[in-house]
């Protein structure tokens, strides 16, 4: 039986594109879109040290300043990198709803500027009982030890968990601990008939 949903937040809860990141950031560098684009994917060891919380904002900004040859202060840059985000809804309603029914935890492999502004942008999904964040754990998905944290979280065995995310690998990761997972596709799968299907009750 279902005790516990564990859910991320990208492109889950709230989509992205970076692609408004890298046109926005443009005008106060040297660089075009595409430029930034492929200073990004180049450097993104940096971006992952900074969603596992081994540097800080102003080592991050600093760092993508010089490389990016910025022209503007540290808060005009985090407005920027954080603002790409928008509401998916449906899946945030569903699983709202299942608050009273099931111990929700939030997995999200993310940075605390991100984090925060998301939390404040769409305040719709502080609705779960416990939060697993990467920059807080020095880990991120798949590692098989962020999910054994939030099985932990959920008070639950892995078989009495679903998890729903949209990487594959890390769907893979967590099936190998044995949770019952949800590859989902926004705007592709039908999260409720999946919920159901692994037994939630979700009507």
Known sequence: MVQGIISDMG?????????????NISPHSCFSPQEISN????????????DLGL??????FHTFKKIMKL??????????????????????????HLRNRYRLVLLSNTDPQRFNFILEKFPQIKFFDEYVLS??????KP??????LALKKANCRPEEAVFIDDRWENIEAARRVGINSIFYLPEKTDLREELKRLGVAVD
């Open 71 to 96: 022209n503007l202060e540290k808060d005009q840059f985090f407005q920027i990198y954080n603002d790409i985000f928008s509401l998916n809804p449906e899946p945030t309603n569903i699983l709202r």
């Open 135 to 140: 920059f807080e754990v020095k880990m991120m």
């Open 143 to 148: 590692d098989p030890g962020i999910y054994q």
């Open 55 to 60: 540097i800080s904002e102003d080592e991050f």
């Open 11 to 23: 492109n889950v809860l709230v989509s992205f594109d970076n692609t408004i990141f890298f046109n």
């Open 39 to 50: 200073l990004f994917q180049a450097n993104v060891k940096l971006l992952g040290d900074f």
